[in-house]
DNA sequence: TAACGCATAATTGTCGACAATTATAGTTCA
DNA sequence: TGAACTATAATTGTCGACAATTATGCGTTA
């Protein structure tokens, strides 16, 4: 199962290889965000007609990447405060439904797997190397076990399928590759301690808080280089 | 606005046209839930070429109202008693955190529009022809109401653009037209006065309520249903 | 008779071209 | 000089045809 999104199955036809290509460069900020999207110059760029590349297209509007007007054209989603504040407050309600999901849904194996998951990743804390990444794939990690646990598969392919990719694309944009390590590990577990109790209500308002301090984290982040700047 | 979708634009395309007339005839079940959709036979129905009818596709799909199997094709989506638990367990999170955004940043204009709206159906509930779809048009003239109320892009993007096209077509297909009226009734009023005193908490508590006990009234009718065919 | 395999038919994915709409640049006129 | 109009260029929407994949039906064989 690809890391990035555990939903989608791997790419068969030749537009979701473009529409996977293209949505990196927008998430890494490679296309930058904001900017208009050039039909015939995208298509040539990849090498495709540009009857795949508005399939690819398609997709990536599904997910928020990008934006249409008819008889105008697309450009990519801009990074606003407001649209990372409405897109963290949307994770808070979603996500937060599905950790109490999972707290009911869950099987004892699952749950037996995330806690190996969290043990491995406290060690994997202690590394040097890399930490960073480290944390911020055991975060997702995490995240996307509580989310599948939900056994919900409209919870899931909102969550993963959707807004998964724009939270990435605000991580990358806005440099927030180490957050908050060690408080959001603890954080990690109580969850995970609430889910195992089969705490539904517990574990639902321990997902909205953990989410919600991320959300703060971010915007003290931004107020910081907003600070720098001056 | 479009009474039944009210983000979406005046369909300007016609691709958006054919979109829009598909989307009826499943909601509405003139194309029957889980058969399969095939696009030379639709785009010669619709009288549009098979690229046009793809991109109506695409936008069925956005809505979750059809899946698409790459090699395969595209069937409407099945009315389960599954499906629907998994649409309100969805609705309760999204609609419950839009009525809380909705107690906070609602202008005192949309709050008195909102009440005005009430008393309105309140006397439209005597009425005695067409009571039912004065209910339902009722009903969903609040939750709409409510959820660009929050003011919160992507909360209405998700809500209205995708998950009440499905709402819609469980009502439908269920026969839920003239749903639990005075009870409801009530629930709004309760909820228009909690927005309107900026209790956000109680706002979304009791949207929640509100939610699953529509969620609970049909599982019942459903329940009836089989009773009967038993 | 049932199951397997092959050839055919049908469907989906992709392509390039044309039509319709929008953006651009240049010109005219107040 | 600036604003409005026009003609041109560029972009998006739509179309029909071909290629690749999948489904169907028949014949063969164990």
């Known amino acids: 199962m690809p890391l990035d999104n555990p939903t989608k199955t791997l790419a068969v036809t030749t537009a979701d290889k473009v529409f996977e290509q293209i949505q990196h460069a927008i998430v890494e900020g490679d296309i930058l965000a ?3 999207i050039s039909e015939p110059e995208l298509a040539k760029q990849y090498q495709v007609s540009r009857s795949t590349l508005r399939e690819a297209l398609n997709r990536l509007e599904k997910c928020h990447l990008i934006e249409r007007k008819p008889n105008v054209g697309s450009r990519v989603v801009e990074c606003s405060i407001k649209g990372l504040l409405e897109l963290y407050i949307t994770r808070e309600a979603l ?11 869950m099987t004892g194996e699952e749950i037996v797997d995330m806690k190996a998951m969290l043990s491995q990743h406290s060690t994997a804390q202690d590394l040097q190397d890399g930490v960073a ?3 911020e794939k055991g975060d997702l990690d995490f995240h996307y076990k509580v989310i599948l646990g939900s056994h919900n598969a409209q919870l899931i392919n909102l969550i993963c399928g959707q807004l998964y990719h724009l939270v990435r694309m605000y991580r990358c944009q806005f440099g927030m590759n180490s957050p908050r390590a060690s408080r959001a590990f603890s954080e990690h577990a109580r969850i995970i301690e609430a889910i195992s109790d089969r705490d539904g209500e517990l574990a639902e308002l321990l997902m909205r808080r953990h989410i919600a301090a991320s959300r703060k984290n971010i915007e003290n982040k931004i107020a910081e280089q907003n600070k720098l700047n001056q």
Chains 1, 2 share one sequence.
Request: net charge neutral.
């Open 133 to 135: 990444y480290y944390q």
């Open 34 to 36: 904001g900017s208009k």
């Open 95 to 105: 996500e937060g439904m599905a950790c109490r999901q999972a707290a009911e849904n």
